[in-house]
Protein backbone atom coordinates (compact mmCIF):
# COMPACT_ATOMS: atom_id res chain seq x y z
CA UNK A 1 0.00 0.00 0.00
CA UNK A 2 0.76 3.29 0.09
CA UNK A 3 1.57 4.95 3.61
CA UNK A 4 2.13 8.41 4.51
CA UNK A 5 3.07 9.44 8.75
CA UNK A 6 3.45 12.05 10.67
CA UNK A 7 5.43 13.47 13.26
CA UNK A 8 4.91 13.98 15.57
CA UNK A 9 1.42 12.73 16.07
CA UNK A 10 0.95 15.37 19.45
CA UNK A 11 2.22 18.15 20.27
CA UNK A 12 2.09 20.85 23.16
CA UNK A 13 3.86 24.29 23.20
CA UNK A 14 4.01 27.26 24.77
CA UNK A 15 2.66 30.70 22.97
CA UNK A 16 5.94 32.13 21.14
CA UNK A 17 7.58 29.16 20.16
CA UNK A 18 7.74 27.33 17.20
CA UNK A 19 6.71 23.63 16.47
CA UNK A 20 7.70 21.90 12.93
CA UNK A 21 5.62 19.16 11.74
CA UNK A 22 7.08 16.25 9.46
CA UNK A 23 5.09 14.46 6.58
CA UNK A 24 6.58 10.91 4.89
CA UNK A 25 5.88 9.06 2.23
CA UNK A 26 7.35 5.61 3.78
CA UNK A 27 7.05 3.50 0.78
CA UNK A 28 6.01 6.16 -2.41
CA UNK A 29 7.65 8.85 -4.03
CA UNK A 30 6.12 12.25 -3.82
CA UNK A 31 6.64 15.29 -5.90
CA UNK A 32 3.20 16.96 -4.59
CA UNK A 33 2.58 17.01 -0.50
CA UNK A 34 -0.40 19.04 0.41
CA UNK A 35 -1.42 20.54 4.30
CA UNK A 36 -4.50 20.38 5.51
CA UNK A 37 -6.01 22.16 8.96
CA UNK A 38 -9.14 21.22 10.62
CA UNK A 39 -11.09 22.49 13.33
CA UNK A 40 -13.14 20.46 15.42
CA UNK A 41 -16.29 19.37 13.72
CA UNK A 42 -15.39 21.59 10.47
CA UNK A 43 -14.25 20.12 6.92
CA UNK A 44 -10.77 19.78 6.53
CA UNK A 45 -9.38 23.03 4.76
CA UNK A 46 -6.66 23.19 2.33
CA UNK A 47 -3.36 25.40 3.98
CA UNK A 48 -0.85 24.73 1.02
CA UNK A 49 0.31 22.42 -1.57
CA UNK A 50 3.96 21.47 -1.02
CA UNK A 51 5.89 20.87 -3.83
CA UNK A 52 9.28 19.16 -4.47
CA UNK A 53 12.07 21.67 -4.99
CA UNK A 54 10.03 24.69 -5.21
CA UNK A 55 8.09 26.99 -3.31
CA UNK A 56 5.51 26.27 -1.60
CA UNK A 57 1.47 27.57 -2.55
CA UNK A 58 -0.62 28.81 -0.39
CA UNK A 59 -4.31 29.15 -0.41
CA UNK A 60 -5.78 32.41 0.19
CA UNK A 61 -5.63 33.89 3.67
CA UNK A 62 -2.68 31.72 4.64
CA UNK A 63 0.34 33.60 6.27
CA UNK A 64 3.07 32.17 4.48
CA UNK A 65 5.64 33.85 6.76
CA UNK A 66 3.45 32.03 9.45
CA UNK A 67 3.30 28.61 7.73
CA UNK A 68 6.81 27.76 6.82
CA UNK A 69 6.87 24.56 4.08
CA UNK A 70 9.86 22.69 3.45
CA UNK A 71 9.82 19.60 1.17
CA UNK A 72 13.07 19.06 0.34
CA UNK A 73 13.10 15.89 -0.76
CA UNK A 74 10.45 13.05 -2.99
CA UNK A 75 9.50 11.32 0.52
CA UNK A 76 9.57 14.60 3.01
CA UNK A 77 7.57 17.93 3.71
CA UNK A 78 7.65 20.51 6.49
CA UNK A 79 5.32 22.06 8.51
CA UNK A 80 6.65 24.78 11.09
CA UNK A 81 4.11 27.06 12.42
CA UNK A 82 6.39 29.89 13.63
CA UNK A 83 5.46 32.42 16.80
CA UNK A 84 2.25 29.70 17.74
CA UNK A 85 -0.62 31.24 19.34
CA UNK A 86 -3.67 29.06 20.98
CA UNK A 87 -5.44 30.53 17.94
CA UNK A 88 -3.24 28.27 16.03
CA UNK A 89 -4.34 25.32 18.04
CA UNK A 90 -6.02 23.08 15.68
CA UNK A 91 -5.54 19.16 13.63
CA UNK A 92 -2.81 19.49 10.74
CA UNK A 93 -3.13 16.72 8.31
CA UNK A 94 -1.04 16.28 5.29
CA UNK A 95 -1.44 14.35 2.19
CA UNK A 96 0.96 13.23 -0.55
CA UNK A 97 0.26 12.48 -3.98
CA UNK A 98 1.14 8.93 -5.06
CA UNK A 99 1.72 9.58 -9.03
CA UNK A 100 1.31 12.39 -11.43
CA UNK A 101 -1.54 14.73 -12.07
CA UNK A 102 -4.71 13.46 -11.06
CA UNK A 103 -3.39 10.41 -8.87
CA UNK A 104 -4.98 9.31 -5.74
CA UNK A 105 -3.96 11.45 -2.74
CA UNK A 106 -2.64 9.29 0.55
CA UNK A 107 -3.44 10.76 4.00
CA UNK A 108 -1.22 10.59 7.32
CA UNK A 109 -2.83 10.53 10.57
CA UNK A 110 -2.80 14.18 11.64
CA UNK A 111 -0.90 16.20 14.39
CA UNK A 112 -2.78 17.40 16.97
CA UNK A 113 -1.01 21.06 18.25
CA UNK A 114 -2.04 22.77 21.28
CA UNK A 115 -0.67 25.88 21.83
CA UNK A 116 -0.40 26.74 25.43
CA UNK B 1 -15.77 29.17 -5.34
CA UNK B 2 -16.19 25.27 -4.95
CA UNK B 3 -18.00 23.54 -2.07
CA UNK B 4 -19.52 20.55 -0.84
CA UNK B 5 -21.94 20.06 1.50
CA UNK B 6 -23.00 17.04 3.30
CA UNK B 7 -25.16 16.06 5.88
CA UNK B 8 -24.71 16.84 9.50
CA UNK B 9 -24.13 13.68 11.67
CA UNK B 10 -23.66 12.05 13.69
CA UNK B 11 -25.61 8.94 12.47
CA UNK B 12 -26.62 6.64 14.84
CA UNK B 13 -27.56 3.28 13.40
CA UNK B 14 -28.02 -0.70 14.25
CA UNK B 15 -25.94 -3.50 12.60
CA UNK B 16 -27.82 -4.86 9.18
CA UNK B 17 -29.17 -1.07 8.49
CA UNK B 18 -29.27 0.58 5.26
CA UNK B 19 -27.34 3.55 5.43
CA UNK B 20 -27.41 7.06 3.25
CA UNK B 21 -25.20 9.92 3.82
CA UNK B 22 -26.29 12.85 1.63
CA UNK B 23 -23.70 14.32 -0.34
CA UNK B 24 -24.10 17.72 -2.51
CA UNK B 25 -22.19 20.27 -4.22
CA UNK B 26 -21.01 23.21 -5.97
CA UNK B 27 -18.51 23.58 -8.98
CA UNK B 28 -17.68 24.86 -12.23
CA UNK B 29 -16.78 22.29 -15.04
CA UNK B 30 -16.90 18.97 -14.30
CA UNK B 31 -15.39 17.98 -11.08
CA UNK B 32 -14.10 14.33 -9.82
CA UNK B 33 -16.11 13.75 -6.95
CA UNK B 34 -14.86 11.64 -3.70
CA UNK B 35 -15.97 9.41 -0.44
CA UNK B 36 -12.95 9.51 2.03
CA UNK B 37 -13.51 7.51 5.62
CA UNK B 38 -11.56 8.20 8.36
CA UNK B 39 -11.56 5.18 11.22
CA UNK B 40 -10.53 5.92 14.73
CA UNK B 41 -6.51 6.85 15.04
CA UNK B 42 -6.16 6.90 11.43
CA UNK B 43 -5.28 9.09 8.52
CA UNK B 44 -8.39 9.38 5.67
CA UNK B 45 -8.52 6.98 3.40
CA UNK B 46 -9.80 6.84 -0.02
CA UNK B 47 -13.55 4.89 0.12
CA UNK B 48 -14.61 5.24 -3.38
CA UNK B 49 -14.83 7.87 -6.13
CA UNK B 50 -16.49 8.69 -9.73
CA UNK B 51 -14.99 11.22 -12.26
CA UNK B 52 -17.85 11.87 -14.74
CA UNK B 53 -21.73 12.01 -14.69
CA UNK B 54 -23.22 8.86 -13.77
CA UNK B 55 -20.32 7.28 -12.90
CA UNK B 56 -21.01 4.39 -10.00
CA UNK B 57 -17.74 4.49 -7.52
CA UNK B 58 -18.34 1.14 -5.22
CA UNK B 59 -16.10 -0.29 -2.58
CA UNK B 60 -16.55 -2.60 0.67
CA UNK B 61 -20.47 -2.79 0.17
CA UNK B 62 -20.34 1.20 -0.43
CA UNK B 63 -22.14 2.55 -3.42
CA UNK B 64 -22.19 6.57 -5.14
CA UNK B 65 -23.65 7.61 -7.94
CA UNK B 66 -22.37 11.12 -9.93
CA UNK B 67 -25.88 12.61 -10.61
CA UNK B 68 -24.90 15.98 -12.20
CA UNK B 69 -28.22 16.79 -12.76
CA UNK B 70 -28.63 17.10 -9.23
CA UNK B 71 -25.09 17.75 -8.09
CA UNK B 72 -25.82 15.07 -5.47
CA UNK B 73 -23.13 12.28 -4.73
CA UNK B 74 -25.29 10.43 -1.78
CA UNK B 75 -23.41 7.17 -0.09
CA UNK B 76 -25.30 4.00 0.43
CA UNK B 77 -24.95 0.91 1.83
CA UNK B 78 -27.45 -1.48 2.20
CA UNK B 79 -26.30 -3.23 5.43
CA UNK B 80 -24.00 -1.58 7.73
CA UNK B 81 -21.53 -3.17 9.92
CA UNK B 82 -20.10 -2.19 13.43
CA UNK B 83 -16.56 -2.24 11.59
CA UNK B 84 -18.09 0.95 9.19
CA UNK B 85 -18.04 3.22 12.39
CA UNK B 86 -16.08 6.22 11.07
CA UNK B 87 -16.40 9.56 9.79
CA UNK B 88 -17.12 9.71 6.50
CA UNK B 89 -15.99 12.74 4.06
CA UNK B 90 -17.33 13.74 0.77
CA UNK B 91 -15.21 15.68 -1.60
CA UNK B 92 -14.22 17.27 -4.66
CA UNK B 93 -11.49 18.09 -6.92
CA UNK B 94 -11.31 20.71 -9.35
CA UNK B 95 -11.30 20.02 -13.37
CA UNK B 96 -8.06 20.16 -15.52
CA UNK B 97 -6.33 17.79 -13.54
CA UNK B 98 -6.40 20.14 -10.65
CA UNK B 99 -5.24 17.86 -7.45
CA UNK B 100 -7.09 20.05 -4.93
CA UNK B 101 -9.23 18.74 -2.20
CA UNK B 102 -12.61 20.08 -1.10
CA UNK B 103 -14.53 18.71 1.57
CA UNK B 104 -17.32 18.74 3.65
CA UNK B 105 -17.40 19.17 7.01
CA UNK B 106 -17.92 15.19 7.21
CA UNK B 107 -20.27 13.08 8.79
CA UNK B 108 -19.61 10.38 11.96
CA UNK B 109 -21.07 6.83 11.90
CA UNK B 110 -21.61 4.83 14.78
CA UNK B 111 -22.78 1.45 14.25
CA UNK B 112 -24.28 -0.44 17.17
CA UNK B 113 -24.46 -4.56 17.42
Known amino acids: GAVVSQHPSRVICKSGTSVKIECRSLDFQATTMFWYRQFPKQSLMLMATSNEGSKATYEQGVEKDKFLINHASLTLSTLTVTSAHPEDSSFYIC????????????FGPGTRLTVL | GDSVTQMEGPVTLSEEAFLTINCTYT??????LFWYVQYPGEGLQLLLK?????DKGSNKGFEATYRKETTSFHLEKGSVQVSDSAVYFCALSGQGGSEKLVFGKGTKLTVNP
Open chain 2, 50 to 54: ATKAD
Open chain 1, 95 to 106: SANKAGPGGEQF
Open chain 2, 27 to 32: ATGYPS
